[in-house]
């Protein structure tokens, strides 16, 4: 018979881990702006919206904090430790890297051809539905998932989503390398600086979906504990 972890610990902290994913889901989602914002040719939004992820991530690494007390200090905690915090500094890399390129954005005016817009886009598309995938997981299904101690049909029911998250990550991985062949393209018409931007850009907007991915795989090693 399964143990109610949260009576297991002298302060939960489930409500602290559901506010941080909460948070960096309003981090990412300032992600397309800069992108219109980038558009519009617009470097004062981009630099607006830089500023507010970064006071975001500072309002995530301080819960990051708060939950690193609180499971320091239990002393019956139900999964090892460090694979715990482990799931949380994979959630802080998502702004952590959002972060990062959010700045890029400041640098300076770039051009956005419609060929690369297009692949950027579904790079986007992609990116969204990540955060959507662990979203769902984290603020929807982890109040059952914690009510049943991370096992039957709750469990088997993320285990799912975490499936989804692998498969999105993939397919962004594909993108991304498409996205990379249109920019090296001759005729698009960047200036060099340009293309050294936007190789940034790419990569760096790839890293963001790639840390749902391994926040979602830290979450099934924790399951499987």
Known sequence: MGIRLDKLLGKSPYSLVR????TT?????LIPKLLAGLKANDLEQCVQLSDEISRKEGEIDEMKHK??????????????KRDFLELIYTIDSI??????????F??????????LEAEVEQMLKTLLTLREYLSNIFLDELNDLVESSFSGPEAQAVHAMIDGVTQKAHELEVQTHATLVVLFQDNLGLAPTEV?????IIDKLESVGLAFEKTATALRLLMEK
């Not at 400041?106 to 060929?115: F, Q, V």
Request: aromatic content about 10%.
């Open 19 to 22: 506010d941080m994913m909460s």
């Open 25 to 29: 889901n309003k981090v990412t989602q």
């Open 67 to 80: 939950i690193r007390i609180i499971v320091s200090q239990s002393m019956f905690f139900p999964f090892p």
């Open 95 to 104: 702004s952590d890297r959002s972060e990062t390129v959010a700045k890029l």
């Open 106 to 115: 400041t640098i300076r005016h770039l051009s956005y051809p419609p060929a």
């Open 196 to 200: 050294i931007l936007w190789n940034r």
